[in-house]
């Protein structure tokens, strides 16, 4: 099948949000869209967005699945602000999704579950399609369920399996409408359902379907072409911020030609870092699924004490229960990757929704002096290279480092242009040899980085005792007031000497003047399409993204200095602006801080950025 032909509007870019119930296969369809925009030579962003629960009642509020993707021919990081066309399965899609697309896009809704159990299900006070509600968008009615039976008429499928086809139904209406190719989903269906012939043969025939009905339905309105985006040459995947941190991780110990290790707690929105490793034994990789999370931390740095590269994986509750294990590993001075894909919280919040509300958790939450690196990545993509960097900060520095992803990176997808692996640096894992007879020191320090040397348990002349009493430098335990201090300021000096190892701060735009919007973790993308349109209007703005949030890099003070005012996006209330002004007195630093779950859409920056220009 080919896109269809004759005269096509060309946009830059375009904005889809499929939503219905779990069943419906708004996921798949999304996933699929996106897979289309990447063969096809797009940039593309996701959301996906579905709900805590197992599954919610059928036609519920709570049960509304969603899938958001944006694709254009310009290089972006965000899935939209506001969806250009809605695909709403269902009353309680529309009522949920609605307000995510913007004033006079299309609506292409089921006709078929526009009943009035079904608005009463999901608390419609009257049908919208005839009180009005929708008057400020184009509507498009359509009767997807009787129109996927009707193409499935001869299929032996049971009713239910064929309703379950419509979501490739709809997918086919918007691959015409868009300008998208199928074949490529055709392909995809025929070798995913390959042992299930009659399931493959409906759910292509309901997409050829879906793609014939927008050619001549006469309601649709003309195809929208987006062309190819001017991506820099090389190999590229789809990849999301869980899969692109496994396979840094992996990356990492292959680097360090140590056994990765990961013990790790099933936890929303964390787990899927676990099912992507247990799948990685061809490469050595050991996972551990512990019986909670004090368990997993603890197996972690066992693994870590006899040699390996450790690692473990939470979200926020499961980090405050890691505590006190994350504080042993500081006091050991063992090499530590904690893995933190944040969430709404507090308690159990909303487990699928997305914040930055950990960052004073990661750096505070710890009983006593207990300093950590911390990092975090900004884009899905740059997930890699953040737990590449980890693992090397906590090796060659002996150290837990604690990585801050979140939800929305952890589960949105972008391209990623595979790295070099050839050009990556090797991690110097340093173990030293024993000298049988001679008296071994575990806390003896590196003049240069204060790193304590990494001895191997079982090793002839090496043996040491190392735990979570207060120790001398030969691994004695000690009550002396005065070597616990030293010990407490020579733990945090070796984290603060890591700023010596780290890039330097770049400022995209003028490294001076007015304003400066300094952001970190996933505020990135917004931030970076709000600097990117206000410039190209002519305003003079800049930005500048942390990816090292202890130690800074040392020469924030100085970029800081260059500029009036320090615009800091978070969602959470103020972590990182409370940091910066406690360490940057006399700095103008204003917050612009959303806590909804939901990311900071690009609209809101640009606003806010003109408040200060």
Request: with cysteine; hydrophobic share 40%; net charge neutral.
């Given at each position: ?191 995913k359902f390959g042992p299930k012939p009659e399931i493959a043969r409906a759910n292509v025939e ?408």
């Open positions: 099948m080919t896109p269809p032909s004759g005269a096509k509007t060309v946009v830059p870019s375009i904005t889809v949000r499929f939503a219905g119930d779990s069943g419906d296969g708004m996921q798949l369809a999304g996933d699929q869209l996106t897979d289309t925009a990447a063969v096809m030579g797009n940039d593309f962003a996701t959301l996906p967005e579905y709900p805590a629960e197992i599954r919610a009642p059928a036609g519920t509020l709570p049960g509304v699945s969603s899938f958001q993707v944006q694709f254009s021919e310009n290089i972006i990081f965000t899935p939209g602000d506001s969806a250009d066309v809605l695909v709403a399965m269902n009353p309680a899609a529309l009522k949920v999704t609605l307000k995510r697309l913007r004033k006079g896009g299309l609506i292409i809704l089921n006709e078929d579950a526009f009943t009035a159990q079904d608005l009463a299900r999901a608390a419609w006070t009257s049908n919208p399609l005839l009180d009005g509600t929708l008057k400020d968008w184009q509507l498009l009615k359509v009767p997807l369920t009787t129109l996927t039976r009707n193409a499935l008429k001869d299929s032996p499928l049971t009713s239910s399996e064929k309703d379950r086809c419509k979501n490739f139904f709809a997918l086919g209406m918007t691959f015409w409408l868009y300008d998208r190719t199928p074949d490529h989903t055709i392909e995809w269906i025929r070798e309901a997409l050829k379907a879906g793609y014939n009905y927008a050619d001549v339905a006469e309601s649709l309105p003309s195809p929208v072409a987006v062309r190819p985006a001017k991506l820099p040459p090389g190999p590229y995947r789809k990849i999301t911020g869980n899969d692109a941190l496994a396979i840094g991780l992996v990356t990492a110990a292959q680097l360090a030609k140590k056994t990765l290790f990961y013990g790790s707690y099933p936890i929303t929105p964390a787990s899927t870092i676990l099912e992507f490793l247990s799948r990685q034994k061809h490469f050595g990789v050991k996972t551990f699924q512990a019986e909670d999370e004090i368990a997993a931390v603890g197996s972690a740095i066992g693994a870590s004490f006899g040699g390996a590269l450790a690692a473990t994986g939470t979200s926020g509750p499961g980090l405050c229960l890691k505590s006190e294990g994350l504080n042993l590993a500081v006091m050991t001075e063992l090499p530590l990757v904690v893995v933190d894909v944040q969430r709404a919280g507090p308690s159990t919040g909303m487990p699928t929704k997305t914040e930055q509300t950990d960052l004073l958790q990661a750096l505070f939450g710890r009983n006593g002096e207990s300093p950590v690196v911390v990092i975090a990545p900004k884009t899905p993509s740059d997930c890699f290279d953040a737990a590449v960097e980890a693992c090397r900060i906590a090796v060659e520095h002996m150290t837990p480092v604690l990585l801050l992803s979140d939800a929305y990176l952890a589960s949105s997808h972008e391209p990623w242009r595979l790295p070099d692996i050839e050009k990556l640096r090797p991690i110097q894992a340093q173990h030293p040899s024993g000298q049988p007879g001679k008296q071994f020191f575990p806390y003896a320090r590196d003049p240069q980085t204060l790193v304590r040397p990494w001895a191997l348990p079982g090793t002839l002349g090496l043996e040491h005792r190392i735990g979570g009493l207060s120790k001398t430098e030969s691994g004695g335990v000690s009550y002396d007031p005065d070597n616990h201090e030293k010990m407490i300021r020579l733990r945090a000096e070796k984290v603060a000497r890591v700023a010596d190892r780290i890039p330097l701060m770049e400022v995209r735009g003028p490294t001076s003047g007015k304003l400066l919007v300094l952001g970190w973790g996933s505020s990135y993308g917004a931030t970076y399409q709000a600097v990117t349109e206000l410039t190209e209007a002519g305003k003079k703005v800049s930005q500048a993204h942390l990816t090292y949030l202890n130690p800074f890099p040392k020469n924030l003070e100085d970029v800081l200095k260059s500029f009036n005012i320090i615009l800091v996006p978070e969602m959470n209330s103020g972590h990182l602006l409370m940091l910066l002004r406690n360490r940057f007195p006399g700095k103008n630093f204003v917050g612009y801080n959303r806590v909804r779950g939901i990311p900071i859409f690009v609209a809101e920056m640009k606003e806010e950025i003109l408040r200060y220009l």
